[in-house]
């Protein structure tokens, strides 16, 4: 019976209990960003995808007082695109793009030592959401229950009708 709870509670991971750390060092479950949804991107700084950091800042902004909390996770996986620290990546995005949502800490999206937020997002997740991410912001729209609801690929602009349609399905 014990294996059986085993498998099972593996097979469904609750990504809401998945434990970050954000750029400045702290730890915390993406459950206490107090989300009706979260919006998770990967980021970097170097990347031809890099303006989109002013429309997720737009998009932030826009619904964050119905609940939606964007949360950028630079990663270096792809193409070397987000050398910096975490202190360079915080000043850059503050600076360049006034990011003001949430940044986690530098995470590697796929393969070895793979944050436990990616491999739930990439491996747990329904067909058409999972597989590997393939480059830099890629987005994933999950609800208040934990629920990944959609994925979008980089291409897909934060501002998207798309994308924006699905963030207001999401914080009903």
Known sequence: MIALLSILLYASPMILDTQVKT????????????????LLVNTASECGYTPQYDGLEKLYEKYKGQGL???????????????????????????????????????????????????????????????????????????AKGTVLARFEPKVDPLASELTQAVEKALK
Do not use: H, M
Request: proline residues 4%; glycine residues 10%; aromatic residues 10%.
């Open 23 to 38: 750029i400045d060092g702290e730890a915390k479950t993406l459950a206490s960003f107090g989300a009706k949804a979260l």
């Open 69 to 143: 909390v964007v949360v950028g996770f630079p990663s270096n996986d792809f193409g070397a695109q987000e050398p910096g620290s975490e202190a360079q990546i915080k000043e850059f995005c503050k600076v360049r793009y006034g990011v003001t949502f949430p940044l986690s800490a530098k995470v590697k999206t796929k393969g070895d030592g793979q944050a436990p937020v990616y491999k739930i997002l990439t491996q747990d997740t329904a067909a058409g959401i999972k597989g590997d991410v393939k480059w830099n912001f890629t987005k994933f729209l999950v609800d």
